[in-house]
């Protein structure tokens, strides 16, 4: 995961309420915010699905960053999840995917 351990994001996953993860997701930078959502989808049961909306909301600020990690994804659930954020900044109209 990029050098980054799954683990170190468990306070992201338990013990606080859904809207306070949710609203601690904003301050962190895209990277991270990257790292989390990748852990949370593809190492939690169930998936953290939840974090696809906050993510999305940076729309174009966020799609290079996304472009670049899709075009290097080499397995099905890292594109799968790039294009849960996709088509969740689709349905916020954050960012014009069907134009790009």
């Known amino acids: 995961m990029e050098g980054r351990e799954c683990s ?10 859904l809207k306070v993860r949710v609203a601690d997701f904003a301050n962190y930078d895209l990277a991270t915010q990257y790292a989390i ?3 949370g989808n593809q190492f939690r049961h169930p998936p953290a699905i939840y974090f696809a909306e906050p993510f999305a909301q ?3 600020e966020a799609v290079p960053f996304l472009q670049d990690k899709l075009f290097r994804a080499t397995d099905d659930l890292t594109i799968r999840d790039i294009i849960l954020v996709l088509t969740e900044m689709s349905r916020q109209n954050t960012y014009d995917v069907t134009e790009d």
Do not use: T, Y
């Open 8 to 17: 170190a994001f468990k306070e992201m996953f338990h013990g606080r309420p």
């Open 37 to 39: 959502f990748i852990c």
């Open 58 to 60: 940076q729309g174009e």
